[in-house]
């Protein structure tokens, strides 16, 4: 078994769907943006990553029960690190300064940040990020932003 795509309700589709394809380099494979069902397929190499489905209002409620975050992996530190350029170009909050691992003595790690709705997401390598110290001493990084 594995993970097929992941969808998320958005306050914003037009808006939602720049950015996921500006930070994740993502070409839409159908959408509808028009109407009361509005939504965006969006995928790489023809494959089905990501839905967005403008159905919601407010901001993502990171305190209830249900998704913590999504992570991406990218092949090497360097691929974090254009990521995190792109992102501090839209202006993106991060939850830590930079790239960080993912645990004390961990040489995995990278950047985690919220998206325009408020969901967390990373940006990680699996090696290359043990340059910087762990942000939460005794536990993952990655559970606790």
Partial sequence: ????????????????????????????????????QRFALLGDDGALTLALWQQ????????????????????????V?????VLRRLGVTFAYDGIVPH?????????FFTDPDGVRLEIYAPSGADTAPAPTPGSPTCGFF
């Fill in 1 to 36: 078994m594995k993970t097929g795509h992941v969808a998320l309700n958005v306050t914003d589709l037009a808006r939602s769907t720049a950015f996921y394809r500006e930070v994740f380099g993502l070409e839409v494979l159908a959408e509808r943006t028009e109407g009361d």
């Fill in 56 to 79: 919601s209002a407010g901001a993502f409620p990171t305190g209830r029960p249900g998704l913590h975050h999504l992570s991406f992996e990218v092949p090497d530190i360097a691929a």
């Fill in 81 to 85: 690190r254009e990521a995190e350029a």
């Fill in 103 to 111: 645990g004390e003595g961990a040489s995995s790690g990278g950047v």
